[in-house]
């Protein structure tokens, strides 16, 4: 580990003097969108990591160990807790959070941090995902900054998505990787920032209602503006 974990390091200007970005997609289609979205910008690797934290933080963990980066992005489509994030919509993470990382007791859920065994939160730098979100703003997206969720089992029932709701007050989405991909980044001390395009509402699993090419759409415009957010 070369950080202090919880250590952001400055993130800015990001892409100056030679600087790369990783970009971390737990499928193809999503790593498409966001390529089309960066138009061949050689500073950026789109790589696919798999679903999930775990093999989320093995490739991150693999890629950042062959090349340099000064920042990684977990980047992917997601569910939007309702109230918060809309279908189409995109969020950047304030806090990236492993929602289930903990244990149950009779009295209710106890988190990893709860627990004593280190932290199941990866701080952002809130200054950079602010300015990445208001990027997205200008260029005419529905944005929002807030936590986001990193779950092992999407929810399926409207009260998971309220316990999981308690867990994290303002919680705007939940996906699968961000967690990992961040975890992975924060042991080499390397800044992290998670965009979703919510694809589906977190709760009663209904697959019909899931919006991918909309959520697709939306990450592709999203990562258009990546170039020149990061440079500024
Ligand atoms: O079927 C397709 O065409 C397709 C295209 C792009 C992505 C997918 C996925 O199924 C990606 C799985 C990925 O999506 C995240 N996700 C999306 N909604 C949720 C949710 O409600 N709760 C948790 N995760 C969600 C997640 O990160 C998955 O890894 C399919």
Redesign the pocket.
């Known amino acids: 580990m070369n950080a202090e974990p919880n250590t952001i390091r400055t993130t800015a200007p990001l892409l100056q003097q030679g600087g790369r970005v990783l970009i971390m997609t737990?499928?193809q289609?999503?790593k498409e969108a966001v390529l089309r979205g960066l138009r061949e910008d050689g500073r950026f690797d789109v790589v696919v990591a798999g679903?999930?934290p775990a093999s989320a933080a093995a490739s991150t963990a693999a890629a950042l160990a062959a090349a340099d980066y000064r920042l990684v992005i977990s980047a992917?489509?997601?569910?939007g807790f309702q109230g918060q994030a809309g279908l189409g919509s995109l969020v950047v993470a304030s806090e990236i959070i492993a929602a289930d990382l903990g244990a149950e007791t009779p009295d209710g859920f106890l988190s990893l941090d709860e627990l004593g065994f280190g932290s199941a939160r990866v701080p952002v730098d809130t200054a950079l995902a602010g300015r990445v979100t208001e990027a997205f703003r200008s260029a005419g997206l529905t944005a929002l900054c807030g936590p986001v969720l990193t779950?092992t089992t999407?929810?399926g029932t409207a009260d998971r998505a309220a316990e999981l709701a308690s867990r994290a007050p303002g919680a705007a989405a939940?996906?699968?990787?961000g967690f990992g991909v961040a975890t992975a980044a924060q042991h080499r001390g390397i800044p992290v920032l998670e965009i979703r395009a919510i694809?589906?509402p977190?709760g009663p699993r209904d697959r019909d209602a899931?919006r991918?090419g909309d959520a697709?759409a939306a990450l592709e415009a999203a990562s258009s503006q990546l170039p020149e957010v990061l440079t500024s």
């Open positions: 737990s499928v289609a999503e679903v999930g992917g489509i997601a569910g779950v999407v929810t939940e996906g699968m990787e694809s589906n977190v899931w991918i697709l």
